[in-house]
């Protein structure tokens, strides 16, 4: 297959219509029929010629192109990038490219095999450590936080973890279970919860219900009571236990996966999980499993008063909906690997198995139910396009809608517009070379100077995750090597690029 230089100015603009005018009239030129060397002005004749005595081409094209081709012989265009954001380059209008962040977080930091990242919107980094059993969290400068204690040496071993706006901090072991730990609640302290509570209903009256029972989840849930008034206490060893990471979902428990009648929740895989991006009470989980996504609601448990005066809920997950099923077509599941919600509400998810390797689908209320139609489709969005994608761990989306996906096999980050469509890669290096193509017809031949654009792989060995924060920086998880790297545009490179601490 032939390929065009991408454009960089009006001269690479000339030169590749001249290229395209040369494919589309010689269409039958072999790829191995190309070969790369210096050109001299004799080619203007060989042209020409060769133009000349092709009948689809007519008079008026003829000089079009002979113009075309002297403007683009006298082209010539170097730019060298620059290793790293510590040199100072200036780079011209349309010459953007994903430089590298120094210094790259490793071994240093404690990392040993990061797996999953997410940020808070305090900016907040947290990274799933399957190596170190631990759920880290850092600084946007790289430094180990306080605080969080917890969440490491942790008795299972992490393989996703995400945050909602209340700062619960939701992680999963790739099993049927679904853990919690709120750092607000930490942050603050509890004074005490409530033991027992009054609930008034107007045609049955009051009632009161001790919080440990099992009817307190009961009329603590039910749209015709309401919670008139609570005693306070301070059972110690429940306190301490919501304090400390525990299950959320369990897909064994019925408690929790109730409503969910159409599967073996207790045989689910979790893959990945998603908060959303909003203030909404569910978050999204991937059963690999059985080939779904599915969304589990926050339920209230207990009443907490919290050392500030601030009275606060705790929750547990119930299963609400399966939110898309198997099948090989847009917006099916099939071996899901990676998820994201956006703003919107929009929902994108990575996949191994086929067709289609990245979705994005949409929640649409239709009457009692909520449908999920697919937003991307394949011959519209290059995100669809088949075999763009080799075996990709994750997706991420930015609040421009901006798509980021690991490509892990193929060792780069595609990055893609709003619309889905390619805007740039990140975690490889390109080199720009001036090059002949000779292009053989017979005894014809053209010779035609151009630019081609070379792409060096390696230094991203196996990406297993992305995100992207506020500022666009994009994180990357290079599972194999233990490292975290760290990718900025080349066009912000005037703006302060101090980290946020």
């Not at 059993?133 to 299972?156: A, M, P, R, T």
Request: hydrophobic letters at 40%.
């Amino acid at each position: 297959m032939h390929k065009l230089k991408s454009l960089k100015s009006p001269c690479l603009l000339l030169e590749n219509l001249l290229i395209a005018m040369l494919l589309i009239t010689f269409p039958a030129f072999p790829p191995a029929t190309i070969k790369i060397n210096r050109m001299g002005r004799a080619g203007i004749r060989k042209i020409l010629t060769l133009f000349s005595s092709h009948t689809k081409l007519c008079k008026g094209l003829y000089y079009f192109i002979f113009l075309i081709f002297l403007t683009a012989n006298a082209c010539v265009e170097k730019m060298l990038l620059p290793d790293s954001l510590d040199d100072n380059t200036e780079f011209s209008a349309g010459d953007t490219t994903y430089l590298l962040i120094q210094p790259i977080w490793d071994e240093s930091m404690g990392l040993q095999s990061p797996v999953e990242i997410s940020i808070a919107l305090d900016g907040h980094v947290f990274v799933a450590d399957t190596g170190a059993k631990s759920i880290f969290v850092f600084s946007q400068n790289g430094d180990l936080l306080d605080g969080f204690e917890e969440l490491q040496n942790l008795s299972i071993t992490p393989i996703d973890v995400d945050i909602d706006q209340k700062m619960n901090i939701y992680f999963t072991d790739g099993s049927q279970e679904i853990y919690v730990w709120n750092q607000f609640i930490n942050d603050v302290g509890v004074e005490e919860m409530a033991i027992s509570g009054s609930f008034y209903n107007e045609s049955a009256g009051s009632v009161t219900i001790d919080a440990f029972s099992s009817d307190w989840f009961v009329y603590l849930n039910h749209s015709d009571w309401t919670l008139e008034y609570v005693n306070w206490g301070t059972p110690q060893n429940v306190i301490d236990s919501l304090l400390a990471p525990h299950i959320f979902y369990d897909g064994a428990n019925p408690v929790h996966s109730f409503n969910d009648i159409y599967y073996e929740s207790e045989s689910s895989s979790f893959s990945g999980l998603s908060a959303t991006g909003n203030a909404s009470n569910f978050i999204y989980a991937l059963d690999h499993n059985h080939n779904r996504i599915i969304r589990i609601d926050l339920q209230r448990t207990h009443l907490l008063k919290l050392s500030n005066g601030d009275e606060i809920w705790t929750h547990r997950g119930v299963f609400k909906s399966s939110v898309s099923e198997t099948g090989t077509g847009a917006g099916t599941v099939n071996k899901p690997t990676g998820i994201d919600v956006d703003y919107a509400g929009n929902i994108y998810y990575a996949q191994t198995g086929d067709f289609f390797s990245v979705h994005k689908i949409r929640p649409v209320a239709s009457g009692t139910y909520t449908i999920y139609p697919s937003v991307f489709q394949q011959g519209i969005n290059d995100i669809m396009d088949l075999f763009r994608f080799s075996n990709p761990a994750d997706v991420a989306v930015d609040n421009n809608q901006f798509v980021y996906v690991a490509n892990t096999e193929a060792q780069e980050i595609q990055v893609f517009d709003s619309d889905g469509q390619f805007f740039l890669k990140a975690g490889i290096e390109t080199f720009t070379v001036d090059t002949i193509l000779y292009i053989y017809n017979g005894s014809d031949t053209v010779a035609v100077d151009t630019f081609m654009t070379i792409e060096e792989k390696g230094f991203l060995v196996e990406p297993q995750s992305v995100t992207v924060d506020t500022r666009g920086i994009i994180y990357i998880c290079d599972t194999v090597t233990g490292r975290i790297l760290r990718y900025r545009l080349s066009n912000q490179l005037d703006e302060d690029l101090q980290p946020v601490n």
